[in-house]
């Protein structure tokens, strides 16, 4: 089993920024990729961002060139690097891990208002 613990989340205005981490715990020697998704009220949750072991990460269109996936794997983290955050953007982050299941942090809510 894998634990994720999600921070970072909170509130800013639009053009700010924002640093999620995610630290992995447990059964952490066999996991793969991690990553972000997001779901913001009334819609399904849907990819940020991911990122292989070996650090090739992989955006949705939307967030391409605003965010910045990253990974420490001596440290079982994965880190969110938000900027010129937009309202659309407002939403619970979860954080993602996969070995030969799939394992969700907590999530933790990002909110973009003035």
């Known amino acids: 089993q894998v634990q994720l613990v999600e921070s970072g989340g909170g509130l800013v205005q639009p053009g700010g920024s924002l640093r999620l981490s995610c630290a992995a715990s447990g059964s952490v020697f066999s996991l793969n990729g991690m990553g972000w998704y997001r779901q913001a009220p009334g819609k399904e949750r849907e990819l940020v961002a991911v990122i292989t072991r070996g650090g090739s990460p992989n955006y949705a269109n939307s967030v391409k060139g605003r965010f910045t996936i990253s990974r420490n794997n001596a440290k079982n983290q994965v880190y969110l690097q938000m900027n010129s955050l937009k309202p659309e953007d407002t939403a619970v982050y979860y954080c993602?891990?996969?070995?030969?299941?799939?394992?969700w942090g907590q999530g933790t809510q990002v909110t973009v208002s003035s």
């Open positions: 993602n891990a996969k070995d030969a299941n799939d394992y």
